[in-house]
Structures are given as structure tokens and as C-alpha cells.
């Protein structure tokens, strides 16, 4: 059974920083392709980043260099660190996989920056 657990959100000021874990259970996460989305209110969810299997990453368009996604093959958990907090990255952020035809989703952890 593939679980998906997200943490690591919080309240947080403009120009901070914070470190979201999402632990996995029932996958290899070196295995797999393994996604960070989030969705603010009113908005479509949309992709941050991604890290393949053979651990090459890729960001969103809108990333500018503020997020850095990594994972912990003994700890089988992936990780997205986020610089330099906006306003604007308020949201819901959510750990994805994808296998076969079906995909998991975490439960979320909201994060929220005060201006």
C-alpha cells in the first residue's frame, strides 16, 4: 500500500526558509519519480519539482531558483527546501508519485508566509 505523508509547514516570514519532508511507505523512492506540487486558494495545483529516479531534478517555471528538491534513499523519504519565502508561495503543498496508470497524493501541509 503506497502511503504518502507530508510535513514540515508552517506560518513564516517573507525571506525565511522552510524544509518539507514527505515520507513514504509501500515504495522505493529511488525508484520512482517522485513530484512536489502545490495549490494556493483559488488556483489550480501546479508542479514545483520533481526528482527522477536517477536523481536528476526539474523545476516549475516559476521557481526562480528558491526550491531544492533531494531525497533520502535509506530514509525513503523526499525533501523540498524553499529560500527566500513570498506571499505569493502561500499554499497547500502536496508529495506525488506516479505508478503505472495510478497516482498518490499526500495528505498536503499548508504552508504560509506573512508579508
Known amino acids: 500500500q503506497v502511503q504518502l505523508v507530508e510535513s514540515g509547514g508552517g506560518l513564516v516570514q517573507a525571506g525565511g526558509s522552510l524544509r518539507l519532508s514527505c515520507a513514504t511507505s509501500?515504495?522505493?523512492?529511488?525508484?520512482?519519480?517522485l513530484g512536489w506540487y502545490r495549490q494556493a486558494p483559488g488556483k489550480q495545483r501546479e508542479m514545483v519539482a520533481i526528482?527522477?529516479?536517477?536523481?536528476?531534478?526539474n523545476y516549475g517555471d516559476s521557481e526562480e531558483g528558491r526550491f531544492t528538491i533531494s531525497r533520502d534513499n535509506a530514509k525513503n523519504r523526499v525533501y523540498l527546501e524553499i529560500n527566500r519565502l513570498k506571499p505569493e508561495d502561500t499554499a497547500v503543498y502536496y508529495c506525488?508519485?506516479?505508478?503505472?496508470?495510478?497516482?498518490?497524493w499526500g495528505q498536503g501541509t499548508q504552508v504560509t508566509v506573512s508579508s
Open positions: 506525488q508519485v506516479v505508478i503505472g496508470a495510478k497516482t498518490y
Open positions: 526528482i527522477f529516479s536517477g536523481g536528476s531534478t
Open positions: 509501500g515504495i522505493i523512492v529511488s525508484s520512482h519519480i
